[in-house]
């Protein structure tokens, strides 16, 4: 790892990351490239986000999450006969494999939904043909399988966990309306499919954030697939990374209506506490992913006559500003738009997860081509010059 020269770190990161390398330490590895990668740019101080060289406001305007998907795997974007197939291929794989379908019936009912998640995909290796090779062709073959599985194990624990039978996959659907219809078991609005679909496009790639380098670092011990997605899952979770989605919907019923939420915030910054969905380490303006997450929560919120969550969601956004000059970031209005769908919280960083695993297997694919273990180094300040005291001897 080097200290920042490449124009994909935002600037103001880069001068911050010289400055703690100067102190002697870099907590956080903030503005250390860990990877040249042709995947995703960003600019932090601009507030853009680039997949393979396509802004995201043309690609969540003009693409589906399947055609970004081939994108991020494949470096071009798909004709419609490459498109067919993958949906194809995709419809196909979606279907689990019997002992993934028993091992979610047997599952705690209490188990958080993205610990379910993270088990299920590791279990997915058991009987995935390719699990042992990590050859670009067999690589291609599990992100596609991944992407297919993974909604169907959210959808299928989600209905297991209330009692009700999982649905099997309607082949002739999308991703994005697959999951709205195994999780509620209808065929799912024109409207909500198009928003859900817009949605996984907006989180299908960001770069080496920090379940992205998990999976990388994983994957660099040339350790599998399967293996380096399962780390990238136990990275997501986290309120600081993906968990952040879950944690603004409680605050904002926590706030309970327009009138007080200001309060509420106002009281949690004076606490000395973060407002989840604010704050990015590399974004310093507006996350650009939340800017078209505002328009789809405030859509959502007058399509359901309830337009609440979204006022509410846009009174905070002042005070985090003035109190600590913090924007929001994608967390923050996926928060109200999943909620307005009827989307249960703890299903919102799963399916943070159904998308970004598009991003985590590119990037897996991207580090086992041009290979070279991570292994970074640390700044040892603990004692030295100790000696062993025989053990009854020891306070
Ligand atoms: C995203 C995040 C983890 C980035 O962390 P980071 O780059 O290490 O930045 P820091 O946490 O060091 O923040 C720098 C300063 O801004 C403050 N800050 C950052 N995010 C904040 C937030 N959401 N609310 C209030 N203050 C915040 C920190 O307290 C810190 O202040 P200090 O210098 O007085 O101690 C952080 O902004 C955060 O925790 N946000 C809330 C969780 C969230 O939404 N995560 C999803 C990210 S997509």
């Known amino acids: 790892m080097t200290q920042a020269v490449s124009s994909s770190s935002s600037s103001a990161g880069s001068a911050a990351a010289a400055a ?46 399947g055609e970004v998907a081939y994108l991020l795997w494949e470096g071009r974007l798909p004709n419609k006969q490459q498109f067919d197939q993958l949906k194809s291929d995709v419809a196909a794989l979606m279907t689990l494999p019997e002992h993934v379908s028993k091992l979610l019936a047997d599952l705690p009912a209490k188990m958080q939904p993205m610990d379910a998640l993270r088990t299920a995909c590791s279990a997915l290796a058991a009987v995935d043909p390719d699990v042992n090779s990590n050859e670009p062709d067999a690589n291609r073959r599990k992100a596609i399988r991944l992407t297919a599985q993974l909604p169907t194990i959210v959808t299928a624990f989600h209905r297991l966990r209330n009692g009700e039978k999982p649905i099997a996959p309607d082949p002739s659907l999308s991703i994005a309306a697959n999951f709205l219809y195994m999780l509620n078991g209808k065929k799912p609005h024109e409207t909500l499919t198009r928003v859900m679909d817009a949605a996984l496009v907006l989180h299908a790639e960001h770069g080496m954030n920090a379940s992205t380098f998990a999976a990388r670092v994983t994957a660099a011990t040339l350790a599998d697939m399967h293996a380096a997605v399962t780390a990238a899952l136990a990275a997501l979770k986290g309120p600081l990374h993906g968990g952040a989605n879950q944690d603004v919907m409680e605050m904002l019923l ?115 081509k041009n290979n070279r273990i991570i292994r970074p180094t640390d700044d040892y300040v603990g004692p030295m010059g100790l000696k062993v005291e025989p053990i009854e001897k020891r306070a």
């Open 20 to 65: 703690t390398a100067k102190a002697g330490s870099n907590a956080g590895l903030e503005g250390v490239v860990a990877a040249k990668s042709e995947i995703c740019f960003i600019d932090g101080i601009a507030g853009r986000l680039v997949y393979r060289g396509y802004e995201i406001g043309d690609l969540v305007e003009n693409t589906s999450f």
């Open 254 to 368: 926590e706030a309970g209506k327009p009138e007080t939420v200001e309060k509420t915030v106002e009281e949690m910054l004076n606490s000395g506490k973060k407002v989840p969905g604010f704050g990015h380490r590399v974004y310093k303006t507006f996350d650009p992913r939340a800017t078209f997450l505002r328009k789809m929560s405030k859509q959502l919120g007058e399509a359901a006559k309830n337009t609440q969550w979204y006022e509410m969601s846009e009174r905070i956004i002042p005070i985090v500003k003035r109190m600590k000059n913090k924007d929001p970031n994608v967390d923050f209005f996926s928060a109200s738009a999943y909620y307005t769908m009827g989307i249960p919280l703890d299903l919102f960083t799963p399916i943070f997860a159904i998308a970004r695993v598009t991003g985590w297997t590119a990037h897996i694919m991207e580090q086992h």
